[in-house]
Nanobody
Framework: VQLQASGGGLVQPGGSLRLSCAAS????????MGWYRQAPGKQRELVSS???????NYADSVNGRFTISRDNAKNTVDLQMNSLKPEDTAVYYC???????????????WGQGTQVTVSS
């Protein structure tokens, strides 16, 4: 199982970025998909998550600015980030809870991380 994240970069305050993450491999089922972030000197925190039936959850700091979505047919999860602020600067990690051919239970996998920098 592999998670491939993309879409990070440098953006000015107020700008937008879209992160994407694709899960591949011998996947039977994906339960929850989400995005975490870790800023320098801080703990990794949940940004947003989405269940298989579309229920979403957002951190208070991004609610109303970020939108998470998923494509169950393609095993992808996206994070649309609008009105970005300097405090959104962090490495963003996708996180997927899935059932694969290699395990009899759901396991959590992490993507490699993508840098988002919000600066003028």
């Amino acid at each position: 199982v592999q998670l491939q994240a993309s879409g990070g970069g440098l953006v000015q305050p107020g700008g937008s970025l879209r992160l994407s993450c694709a899960a591949s491999g011998s996947i039977f089922s994906i339960r929850r998909m989400g995005w975490y972030r870790q800023a320098p000197g801080k703990q990794r925190e949940l940004v947003s998550s989405i269940t298989a039936d579309g229920n979403t959850n957002y951190a208070d700091s991004v609610n109303g600015r970020f939108t998470i979505s998923r494509d169950n047919a393609k095993n992808t999860v996206d994070l649309q980030m609008n009105s970005l602020k300097p405090e959104d600067t962090a490495v963003y990690y996708c996180n997927v809870e899935l059932l694969s051919a290699f395990s009899s239970r759901y396991l959590t996998y992490w993507g490699q991380g993508t840098q988002v920098t919000v600066s003028s």
